[in-house]
């Protein structure tokens, strides 16, 4: 690990994004008068503050992502103490709010040090409460937006976690492994693996071509990668174009909160049916942070983890965060046996027997 690598798994030891998160999001609450809105009840259920959102906030709660964002809410809420949650029912707490505030150093060395990942939260928490009422999403894959996503995307931490996506996947392997990047983005990925590993074989696929110049422009040998256009592949819910066993390893980052909920199965079953036996599949997400505490235990990332979620919301497609339980469901019912679960089950290898 070099000494950035050290800097970088310091700070987010000391969880200064989710804090960071953690104030923005307790921020728009308090901005937005939700915790007062909620109060006008002593005891209720998720249902009744989809009413009183409706009703006092105008907000226009008829999709199952703006649904979904008053789940998040109301279960960060409860993971600030400023609720709890009894049976079906949520009732006030009096507002605790979470230890550890951010000094203005800190405030400063997270807008630093993560400032694409700060920034761009920041925009999507500004406009959360104009999308909650109605506005399209504020960032979309297109040509519009692909700086946007390059300025997130290569935040310090998620490439902390490619990094170790990446060691977890390759170490011990011998020869060449034929790699399918899927939704490969801003190329980070491919640049980490090829750090890693520069003899790698690598195949790219995304849904648009949107990205296609960044990541050529970003990667060490772009002329080894063989890029796929994106013509062949209409996104999730379409078959992937390759033969069955056609990779060693498939790399997934950041990417499965955006396949649509319905179609998540599918989706798994035909990286399945590409990567050959013996072969890995690596997928970088968060999971949602779990009643149990069996996965998602740190209470820091637990909070970051819901800020993130609330806030991607406003991006088109983001379908959100999953239950770790769950997923472990799934892709043991398409066949493959869980390797790994590990970063507060953020990062997986999981393997086609
Ligand atoms: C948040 S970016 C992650 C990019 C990259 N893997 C990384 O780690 O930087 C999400 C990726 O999902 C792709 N994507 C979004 N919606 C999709 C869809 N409906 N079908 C297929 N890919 C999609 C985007 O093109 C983008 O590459």
Redesign the pocket.
């Known amino acids: 690990m070099n000494a950035d690598m050290q800097d970088i798994k310091s700070l987010l030891g000391q969880s200064l994004t989710h804090r960071y998160l953690t104030e923005r999001f307790l921020q728009f609450i308090d901005k937005h008068h939700i915790q007062g809105v909620l109060s006008s009840l002593s005891r209720i259920t998720e249902e009744d503050a989809v009413e009183l959102f409706q009703q006092r906030l105008g907000y226009v709660l008829n999709d199952r992502t703006r649904l979904r964002m008053v789940t998040v809410l109301m279960d960060f809420l409860c993971e600030c103490e400023c609720l709890k949650k009894e049976g079906k029912f949520y009732v006030l707490n009096d507002r605790k709010d979470p230890d550890l505030k951010l000094s203005g150093d800190e405030s400063g060395m997270v807008r630093e040090m993560f400032k694409g990942q700060a920034g761009f939260f920041d925009r999507c928490v500004a406009y959360a409460d104009k999308f909650l009422r109605g506005s399209s999403p504020l960032f979309s894959?297109d040509g519009s937006t692909t700086l946007i996503?390059e300025a997130f995307?290569g935040n310090a931490e998620?490439s902390f976690a490619?990094g170790v996506l990446i060691n977890l996947l390759f170490s011990g392997r011998t020869g060449n492994a034929r790699v399918l990047d899927l939704?490969?983005?801003?190329g980070?990925?491919i640049l980490q693996m090829q750090e890693r590993s520069p003899e790698i074989e690598v195949t790219a696929l995304?849904?648009?071509d949107i990205?296609i110049e960044q990541a050529r422009g970003r990667i060490r040998n772009p002329e080894s990668v063989q890029w796929i256009n994106a013509t062949l592949w209409e996104?999730?819910g379409s078959p992937l174009p390759f033969n069955n066993g056609s990779f060693d390893i498939v790399f997934f980052?950041?990417?499965d909160p955006?396949i649509p909920y319905e179609l998540r199965q599918y989706v798994y079953r035909d990286i399945f049916r590409v990567l050959r036996k013996g072969g890995s599949l690596g997928i970088?997400s968060h999971s949602y942070p779990d009643a149990g505490l069996q996965y998602v235990k740190d209470s820091w990332v637990r909070r970051g983890i819901l800020c993130h979620d609330f806030f991607e919301g406003v991006c088109k497609?983001w379908n959100g965060f999953h239950d770790a339980g769950e997923s472990i469901n799934l892709f043991e019912a398409v066949g493959f046996i869980i390797d790994t679960v590990m970063l507060n089950a953020s990062v997986w290898k999981i393997d086609k027997p």
């Open positions: 894959f996503w995307l998620f490619r939704c490969y983005g801003p980070f990925g995304d849904f648009k990205f996104g999730f980052a950041c990417a955006y970088l497609g």
